[in-house]
């Protein structure tokens, strides 16, 4: 009886199952279709887009090439001395017993400047004068004893010799006063005093520095293959941080007769006038030096150059057909003088170059040409303050 029941209920169910099969086939083939027309769609439109893209004409600004005189110079950074500085200082030990300049004072050559405390100077110098005075009369009276055969030649002679000794202790006791004194040795401007009165100072210790600031020496360093393209008496420019729109012009004073072995850089100095005072000792500063004669060479603003690690390039502008049509051209760059820099090869003068907009370009890009706005093309260009 069990038997011949459950066979009905199997025969069933199988219609059933069937039928679920054939609904999840036809959902996922729904579902697959959907996804193909997806991406036909997206694949559509991103072509519609590149192709929008690649229709579109960008704009770009030219400029000309030039043909201008360009000066080579050589740039090094040196550093300011003084023509004449020296840090004052006694050269004996003593107190300090009178003090006759201020800080930052210019002083001329002799000034006196510091005075130790003489103690019993003058009296030593009193004594060794009267001896010397009494060798002097002691001296001639045995001279004239000798003229009347009084007293021997020998005596003259030791009399002579005894004034001479005296005469120079008396000289010696001078140079011993006049160490207690400081005086400038040449004109300058002091700087902040180190001592105070009454102090007691060590031999060699400094008091104050005084520096002649007209002229100014600039020493600083080129390379030897600059020797044979600069002189004495060639002028230089020299520019300072702290006077960022100024110039100072100056010229080459020596050349130093020695290369240093271990950078073969040559050591040179330079002069310039400093009536002003503005340049101090131990500054930073940036040297110009032009260097060979001048020579036509074409030129483009810097912007206009692509800097890549395969080549240097800019886009050079023609015309095809009425079209405005840029290639692209490897140059070789030379010196830069401000936003302009020179071209040794790969474009000639009167070619028409791409200044702004070279993102967006490719070799036989069309381009449309807006030259409203330009990027700035001054040899010497100067800050601007805001």
Same mark, same amino acid.
């Given at each position: ?31 697959? @279709? ?17 192709? #929008? ?13 030039? =043909?201008?005189?360009? *000066? ?7 550093? @300011? ?6 840090? =004052? @200082? ?17 002083? !001329?050559?002799? $000034? ?12 030593? %110098?009193?004594?060794?004068? @009267? ?18 055969? +009084?007293?021997?030649?020998? $005596? ?9 000794? !005296?005469?120079?202790?008396?000289? #010696?006791?001078?140079?011993?006063? !006049? ?25 060699? $210790? ?35 941080? #702290?006077?960022?729109?100024? $110039? ?21 100095? #330079? ?50 057909? +009425? ?5 692209? *051209? ?13 071209? %040794? ?15 967006? %370009? ?25």
């Amino acid at each position: 009886m069990n038997d011949s029941v459950a066979l009905p209920r199997t025969t069933e169910r199988r219609p059933r199952t069937w039928l679920r099969m054939i609904v999840m086939l036809l959902l996922v083939g729904l579902v697959a @279709a959907g996804l193909i027309w997806f991406q036909d769609f997206k694949a559509g439109m991103i072509k519609q887009v590149v192709t #929008a893209i690649k229709s579109a004409v960008p704009t770009v600004a030219t400029a000309k090439a030039t =043909m201008q005189q360009w *000066q080579p110079t050589q740039t090094a950074t040196g550093s @300011a001395r003084a023509s004449n500085g020296a840090d =004052m @200082a006694a050269e004996i030990s003593g107190v300090v017993d009178r003090i006759d300049f201020k800080s930052g004072q210019d002083v !001329a050559a002799g $000034t006196e400047l510091l005075r130790l405390r003489p103690n019993d100077d003058d009296a030593k %110098l009193a004594q060794l004068q @009267a001896s010397a005075d009494l060798a002097g009369v002691t001296l001639r009276r045995d001279q004239m004893q000798l003229a009347a055969h +009084g007293v021997a030649q020998a $005596t003259v002679d030791s009399d002579a010799a005894n004034l001479k000794v !005296a005469r120079a202790q008396v000289a #010696a006791q001078q140079a011993v006063m !006049a160490e207690k004194i400081v005086k400038a040795p040449f004109a300058g401007r002091l700087g902040v005093r180190q001592v105070d009165l009454g102090q007691y100072i060590a031999a060699g $210790t400094a008091i104050v520095t005084l520096q002649q600031l007209d002229p100014m020496f600039v020493d600083f360093y080129l390379p030897q293959q600059a020797l044979g393209q600069i002189a004495v008496g060639q002028k230089v420019a020299i520019s300072a941080d #702290a006077y960022p729109n100024q $110039t100072f012009d100056g010229v080459i004073s020596s050349l130093n007769p020695k290369v240093d072995s271990s950078s073969r850089m040559l050591p040179i100095r #330079a002069s310039i006038p400093n009536p002003d005072g503005k340049l101090l000792p131990g500054m930073f500063l940036s040297v110009s030096v032009d260097s060979g004669p001048s020579r036509s060479l074409v030129t483009i603003p810097s912007a206009a150059v692509a800097y890549n690690p395969y080549g240097s390039l800019v886009y050079v502008l023609h015309d095809d057909n +009425g079209k405005q049509v840029v290639n692209q *051209q490897f140059v070789t760059t030379g010196a830069n003088r401000g936003d302009q820099v020179s071209i %040794l090869k790969g474009i000639k003068a009167n070619d028409v170059v791409v200044t702004a907009g070279q993102l967006k %370009l490719h070799n036989g890009s069309a381009v449309k040409v807006d030259n409203t706005v330009q990027p700035t093309d001054n040899p010497a260009p100067e800050p601007v303050d805001r």
